[in-house]
């Protein structure tokens, strides 16, 4: 079993501050293992990167939102993510792990509890494709709760799961552009199979993840291109987050203030990088008005 690298312990501070209600839209608490276990069947294990730790990081980037992302080591045991939000006086919200058997209770009380998507893993080294009954029944099950589903997917997956994409009937979120290559460039089918997706107005798409779609080298700026594609195709449906603390990078890890001004350079609009970092996760999460 993989274990995974620390994320960097010290951030540089972005060049530029962030609008008031800036959210990081994706990013991950790992246990504390002595508290919240990890699952016995994770592919890999993280350094505990606790909800202490992640909100230090968001007050020293000037991040007021953020929206904690169940991942696969903890498998579907919310209890880290749903302590978090909880702890969080409103800034945080969620995105959960299913297995399908949850009772319409069970959702509604996550939902209460600050819930407000399910995620499905396709990619092959977390596991591969999940059981496309379970992920078609929960999918239909989304809509009375006003959820979303977030795709984490292969550049390759946007190919061959296009009918079944196509078919989604609530807001989809397609994680870390998709995980293209930018070493194939602007012109690789699974990134053209993107941007055509993003006509429809069901798809919303993440424009992080810069580490993972790079060829491996900080600042990751081989990555701009494709968000600032992105952000152009479609202004009113992308996200952008840290990923801290950057499971699975067997690259350069980033550096957290790094990564803002990447975000910085490829969405230099002020306008657009109030869509992106607010006005769309207040609609797509349906954050409550910071006090």
Known sequence: MKTCAAPDPNP????????AGACDAHCHVFGPA???PYAPDRSYTPPDAPFERLRQLHDFLGLDRAVIVQASCHGDD???????????EGRYLGVAIVNGSETDEQLADMDARGVRAVRFNFVQHLGGAPDLEVFDKTIERLDGLGWHVV??????????????INRIKVPFVIDHMGRVQAAKGLDQEPFRALLELMKNP?????VCGGERVSVGK???????????RLIEAAPDRVLWGTDWPHPNISKDMPNDGELVDLMLDFCPDPALRRKLLVENPEKLYRFKPLA
């Open 12 to 19: 540089v501070k972005p060049r530029e501050a962030l609008p």
């Open 202 to 206: 069901l798809a919303w798409v993440k």
């Open 34 to 36: 002595d508290k919240f």
């Open 151 to 164: 795709l984490h997917l292969d550049a390759q997956d946007i190919l061959t799961y296009s009918d079944r």
């Open 78 to 88: 919310n209890t880290a993510m749903l302590d978090a939000i909880a702890r969080s």
């Open 218 to 228: 900080r600042p990751f700026a081989d990555a701009a291109p494709f968000a600032a």
